[in-house]
């Protein structure tokens, strides 16, 4: 990823959400059979002609929904995104948003269902490609009204396919490429982020630890690598390949979680991650902790991140992972 700022880009924007839950309590999604189809409520109901438009574009970020529960991990291709995003679902798991801009990887997966408050997140994206499994048939009009290009996979099946080492609904993978002709670039990650020389000050710190009801994840320094190596749920998290997944830099953002207006099919609310307005947050770079605040003004904008005495704060070059801890 490139240095210096990258400008927030405005666009508008619709809820989306899936859910319900597995008898291996994966958050929001029942098994269906056959070939690649949504794992929400049933058959995609999305849209039924694909977009007539060329794939990708020169601005246009991938953004995919992963699941996140035991049985969905070793992740694979996760090493590969700009950044990744860690929010709550029901039953108080987590589930991810990986978005690739500067690479895409031959394979993404478990591709999952997604959540209302993943497209407030994207907002901050010009247009992004949106890949994910599962819509509830309410929210369509919604969907089909966003300002991102949403590709489940009803409307792109030869991008989708099912693997045969996994149970179902875990076993559900993307080919980027048969979304995008090419990687856009660091140019299409909109979300006001900075990567520079470490702030001043901070506390050294060992590891950090973001728990959620029913899942933690855990960011623990490594000297070696001069990065933050992650384990989930106290083990260590790898891809598929073996590759210990390290970031450079991790933004643990407290933010507000509310219950949302939906609910999956067994009568849980979906909590609802607010990403737009302010608070604080903590910055885990090179070893040490930087309190900071957050601010994002409007769903259009990227979000910052400033010092106490408000300088702006820049990241390590890198792999982001922001994760998101409900505010006390």
């Known amino acids: 990823m490139g240095r210096g700022v990258r400008p927030p880009r405005a666009a508008t924007a619709a809820a989306l959400l899936a859910a319900a839950l ?20 049933g058959r995609d109901q999305s849209s ?18 992963l699941d996140n529960v035991r049985a969905a991990r070793p992740h694979t291709g996760l090493d590969a995104a700009d950044i990744v995003y860690v929010e709550q679902v029901e039953g108080g798991l987590s589930r991810l948003m990986a978005v690739y801009a500067t690479q895409l990887p031959k394979t993404v997966g478990p591709v999952r269902s997604a959540r ?3 497209l407030e997140l994207l907002r901050q994206f010009d247009r992004p490609t949106l890949a994910f499994s599962g ?5 369509l009009p919604l969907i089909d009204r966003a300002p991102l290009h949403a590709v489940p996979p009803g409307k792109a099946p030869d991008a989708y396919y099912r693997s045969t080492d996994r149970s179902s609904p875990h076993n559900l993978y993307l080919r980027p490429r048969r979304l995008l002709d090419s990687a856009p670039g660091p140019a299409a990650l909109t979300t006001g982020f900075r990567f520079g020389a470490a702030p001043e000050g901070g506390t050294a710190v060992s590891s950090r630890t973001v728990r959620y009801p029913a899942a933690r994840t855990t960011f623990t320094w490594s000297e070696s690598r001069d990065r933050w190596l992650v384990s989930m749920d106290g083990r260590p998290a790898v891809t598929s390949d073996g590759k210990r997944l390290a970031p450079a830099t991790v933004v643990v953002q ?6 949302s207006a939906f ?11 607010e990403t737009v307005g302010s608070g604080k947050a903590t910055v885990l770079r090179d070893g040490r902790a ?8 409007k769903a259009a904008d990227g979000t910052d991140f400033t010092a106490k005495n408000g300088t702006p704060v820049n990241f390590a070059e890198g792999q982001v992972w922001v994760v998101f801890a409900t505010a006390s």
């Not at 609910?263 to 991650?273: E, H, K």
Request: aromatic residues 4%.
């Open 22 to 41: 597995t008898a291996s309590l994966a958050a929001g999604c029942t098994t269906t059979a056959g070939p690649p189809a949504d794992d929400g409520r």
């Open 48 to 65: 039924p002609a694909l977009e007539k438009r060329p794939k990708g574009g020169p601005s246009s970020a991938l953004a995919v929904k």
């Open 116 to 118: 209302e408050s993943d």
């Open 135 to 139: 819509a509830q048939r309410k929210l």
């Open 254 to 259: 407290h933010v507000k979680v509310r219950e």
């Open 263 to 273: 609910r999956d099919f067994l009568g849980n609310n979906t909590p609802y991650t």
């Open 290 to 297: 930087h309190a900071v605040t957050w601010k994002r003004a």
